[in-house]
């Protein structure tokens, strides 16, 4: 009899430990899906913009010319075209729609509608605050601050612009092509070019070096350093990966006719005509090189 209790005693014992030890289980289950539940949510890419232009003040790839790289634009923060009337009410009602905004993607998403609408009625020092004031916010993703960067840059507030960019970046534990690409398009602006060129080869190598815009660009910082040869190469680069950039094109050509090689640059400019079935740009910068050839 007493074996048969002793027996039954470690039985007990050995299925109170198991009960405990599933509880103990649950309890981190539990704190572990608590733990995800409380960090920032990820937004979905329509939340986010995606990473497009999505508000006039937004830029998708910043470039010292017209970029061929635009996105469409995000028609959920289209800013409303402002009226001859009601201008400081739809001002005051977008900010009380701020300040009431339940989650931190709605309330970007407000705050970029009231950015474009100040862009429109030529407020850009209000624009350029609130999107500074943008920069606090603590649950945004990186798409998000790759935009508000995109829209400093574009209201010429490069410092700022910077550190969106940066922030961004972090976010992808340095992976983020466009956000590197317009973070080197501001630091080149700014004469920053040690800075511009990491940023703008880092980009260019995570696209496995088939990224015409940062090419392009890289090509213009090699300008600003007088290195016709590697302006030259990168613009070809860009060509090569895009055959219709224009801006690449009709730099390389005015590369090529500076450096004494005019005929080069007109052979370029007529294949890129005949690639994009014709460009004003284009003729222009073909007659300016024409006549730079007849005057020597």
């Known amino acids: 009899m007493q074996s048969y209790f002793s027996l039954l005693k470690n039985y007990l014992s050995l299925t109170l430990s198991l009960l405990l030890l599933l509880a103990c289980c649950a309890v981190v289950a539990s704190a572990q899906t608590e733990t995800r539940e409380r960090r920032a949510p990820a937004a979905t890419e329509a939340d986010s913009g995606k990473e497009s232009d999505d508000s006039s003040a937004v830029m998708n790839e910043v470039t010292p010319a017209p970029s061929p790289e635009t996105d469409k634009e995000d028609a959920s923060a289209a800013a409303p075209k402002p009226a001859s009337n009601g201008r400081t009410d739809r001002i005051t009602l977008l900010r009380a729609q701020i300040k009431e905004a339940k989650t931190e993607i709605e309330r970007v998403r407000l705050q970029r509608t009231l950015v474009d609408y100040l862009v429109a009625l030529n407020r850009r020092e209000e624009a350029v605050a609130e999107l500074r004031a943008m920069l606090d916010a603590t649950n945004l993703d990186a798409a998000s601050y790759y935009n508000i960067g ?36 501001v630091l080149l602006e700014r004469g ?13 190598k995570q696209q496995n070096f088939r990224y015409a815009e940062a090419s392009y660009n890289l090509g ?3 300008a600003a350093r007088d290195e016709a040869d590697l302006a030259i190469s990168e613009w070809t680069r860009a060509l090569t990966v895009q055959p219709d950039h224009v801006d690449a094109a009709i730099a390389l050509a005015r590369a090529y006719a500076v450096t004494g090689k005019a005929d080069r640059g007109l052979e370029v400019l007529d294949l890129a005509l005949k690639r994009t079935g014709g460009n004003a740009r284009l003729e222009a910068a073909r007659d300016e090189i024409t006549a730079m050839s007849a005057r020597k």
Do not use: S
């Open 220 to 222: 213009q910082l090699y």
């Open 150 to 185: 995109n829209g400093l840059a574009r209201l010429g507030d490069g410092a700022n612009a910077i550190e969106a960019y940066h922030t961004a970046i972090e976010m992808r534990q340095g992976n983020y092509p466009r956000a590197l690409n317009n973070l080197g398009v």
């Open 192 to 204: 920053q070019l040690d800075e511009a060129y990491d940023a703008l080869v880092l980009a260019i």
